[in-house]
């Protein structure tokens, strides 16, 4: 995260980088129950001598990840000889729009023919430009020293007659689309026996072209789910209304199955152990900054299979200013989890207010029976005293001053739209309390802001689309976030979807999903009141990003409304000073003298005095 002004220090040897989209993303426990696959990752490896760096991300195809400033880039940057690469794509490659089609080629076919230009940028033929950019990741990652492992995507959960659908496993022949000689043919399919749709069969042609090591994690979870039935599938392994996105049993499972898949094919097979005993993911907490005062949630995993004895009960218990809970209402400082049938899967959420600032270390205790685990807590807290409070507000309560904002303290902040149009204002909402309350709508729009239909079936964000609202702290202070607040409505439509994105700079760095919903009730408003730890560098702007999309169907009159938006924090002075330099890398902002260390913080990236990147 910009201006968390720690330096990362990797004890362990061999990183493990991770490629992708949602399916394999990191997401925040207080946010949302969906869990990618890659977050469990790490806790089958030996963690003394491999770490999972995760930068898959939600809504990424492979071109998208390619170009976007933000990601491969950052991602080489961060690699070294002998680090190793698993490249997950397809879900956001077979498009939303035209499926199976390059969207670059249907958007010169648009311009060819007078059409609108499609406004989602996603979609890749497995053909041709998906298998580019896969060689793409291939090669350069080779240049680096890095070994390259494809990794087939995970299915969707698309049942029918007891199997998975031919589109759930990433096969688009029965309905795909192509241009030849300049003809748009539509609903096209060939048949099952027929490949040339299919994105993992692309995937496993690349491999074999480029003598890459290939993990079929398409079969091995068309095998989980089957496994389960349906119904036992989509309750235990998936979150509610949804058959792309795993929660933490299902990402933990997937995470275990790709691990398995690893060792078998002798990928780092010496540090990968797969365990039957009872087991805590992750094996430690690394909070990171936070605030006092201001509480952080975690969430800790406990696993086993074929547990001996069968039965039994797991104690837990927590130190310092830690508190726990089974059922994230009710939290103590210890608890007790039974199970039975020589299997647990069990979710603990640890909850950590800190109210002195300073370095905290605390321990997370498991027994059962002679087993005993501990999962170190550590936290780094800084304390609000002091400082100048500042905010950036938008009360959007109608469309002609839909981006005034107000601002209090040195900062300044605006207001943006990218592929959305602040359409009109309508009083039929209600918060549960009060009824006709009015909220501005808006709706998907082209590159010069007409409105436009919502893409079919999209089941993650357009990361080109979105209402952004940026607050910029002053050249000679840093500014802490206190709280971010908005409300946020659906207006005809039960099936409107949205994330809140945090990010950095003009190139908008450092992602994070700081909320996210699906399937918003129409006209019911829902008040969001976050408490993210954000700093930002003195001169460096924080975007906070609404990113919504549209779920089952395409067509127009589908709003999502947005009014009250506040980004407050404190600006403090740096801790030991701030001055402008020059040198490597070159031009800098500014650096900071933090904890001993000489940080230099240049467009949203944080660099050692010797200008190499360190987060």
Known sequence: MVGAMSILTMSAAIKVHTIGDSTMADYDENTTDKRGWCMYLGSFFDATQVTVNNRAKSGADTRGFYDGAAYWTSVKSQMSAGDYLLIQFAHNDEGTVTYGMDNLEYAQYCAANSLPAPTDARGTNPQTTYRDYLRLFINEARALGVNPILVAPICRAYFSSGDIKRNGRHDLGDKFSKIENGVLYENQSVPATDLRMSYVEAMRIVAEEKDVPFIDLTQATRELYLSYGETQCLNLLFCAGDKTHTNAMGGNLIARLAAKKMKEACILAEYISIPTSISANPTSLAIGETYSGVAQNRELLLTGFDLDPAAGTIHIAVSGDLTISTDKENYSASASVAYEGGSVFQKIYVRATYMSAGEKNDLITITSGDLSLQVPVTASVISLD??????????????????????????????????????????????????????????????????????????????????????TAPGTMDVRITGISMDIAAHSTSAMCYHVNTGFGDDFTEVTTIAEKVNITNKAIEHLSLTPTLSIPAGETLHVRILPWHQNSSGSGKYICVKNVKIEGIAFEPEQGIEPVTGNPSPVTHKVLKDGHLLILKNGAMYNAQGAIVK
């Open 386 to 471: 002091g400082g100048s409070a500042v905010s950036a507000t938008w009360a959007i309560t109608d469309k002609a001053t839909a981006t005034d904002v107000e601002v209090s303290g040195p900062v300044s902040a605006a207001m943006t739209l990218s592929l959305m149009t602040a359409w009109d204002t309508k009083a039929e909402f209600s918060d549960g309390e009060k009824d006709d309350i009015s909220m501005v709508r808006f709706h998907n729009a082209d590159a010069n802001g007409s409105k436009t239909n919502w893409p079919t079936d999209e089941i993650d964000e357009n990361a080109s689309r979105f209402i952004d609202f940026a607050i």
